[in-house]
């Protein structure tokens, strides 16, 4: 097999191959992190059953969407892996509201990300605009996973 064989392969398995891991479901814990039916959820319930008749253990997962919230339920054998997705928390501090829903945040290598939605929590956005409305150093902490981003939570750093 010649390199350049080699080397063509390694640039075709760039498909998404980096946005989860393998990991074996009987260690998947509480508050770990888990993807059911293609979506990134946040473990918040695991039991496993006994070995069968027919041999596997068996772990049933209770997990909530981590972007949506939906709950969503998985039966894995204990000993298969099951996928586990990257998932990756970046704060950055906020510039601007626009109108139409979009943040611009301030990156920590000093550019902006134009190119995220406000989040779907209702309570959270309050806080957003009512922080900026009033003229307040806030820094926006966003949960990326599997190709998706959304703002998580926030902290104000004082006044500007």
Same mark, same amino acid.
């Given at each position: 097999?010649?390199?350049?064989?080699?080397?063509?392969?390694?640039?075709k398995a760039d498909a998404g191959a980096s946005k989860t891991? !393998? +990991? +074996?479901?009987g260690t998947v814990r509480k508050n770990g992190f888990l993807v059911i039916k293609g979506r990134p959820c946040k #473990?918040?319930?695991?039991?496993?059953?006994k070995t069968g008749k027919h041999g596997h253990a068996k772990c049933?997962? #209770?997990?909530i969407d981590i972007f949506n919230g939906k709950k969503l339920e998985d039966i894995v054998p204990s000993s298969?892996?099951?996928? /586990? !997705?990257?998932v990756n928390r970046t704060e950055y501090q906020l510039i601007d509201i626009s109108e139409d829903g979009f943040v611009s945040l301030l990156t920590s290598d000093g550019n902006t990300k134009d190119d995220l939605r406000l989040p779907t929590d209702d309570t959270l956005v309050a +806080? /957003?605009?009512e922080g900026f409305e009033s003229g307040k150093d806030l820094v926006v902490t966003v949960q990326s996973a599997m190709g998706e981003e959304q /703002?998580?939570?926030l902290k104000d /750093?004082? !006044?500007k």
């Open positions: 097999m010649s390199d350049s064989e080699e080397h063509h392969f390694e640039s891991y !393998p +990991q +074996q479901a #473990v918040v319930e695991v039991s496993t059953s049933h997962f #209770v997990a298969h892996n099951c996928d /586990i !997705p990257h +806080q /957003i605009k /703002i998580c939570a /750093i004082g !006044p």
